[in-house]
């Protein structure tokens, strides 16, 4: 929650980085997800955060990185 508010705070647009998709999907809430853009999810400097959808997200190299993760 602190860095979802920090990004709001820091005015960074909450839609998607990728693919500019917003808050709704089909008319229904959609919760945009934070990437970690380096992979690294202790780096949580504002330059390497991002909202992203969970399309897009799940489709990052760094996605569940250091999880066991079928390919």
Known sequence: MLLRRALDETGVPH???ACG???VWQGKRLVLEI??????RLDNRRENLRYLCPSCHSQTETFAKGR????
């Open 21 to 23: 998709l917003g808050d």
């Open 68 to 71: 066991d993760r079928t390919q």
């Open 15 to 17: 839609a998607c980085g």
């Open 35 to 40: 990437d970690h853009i380096n992979g690294d």
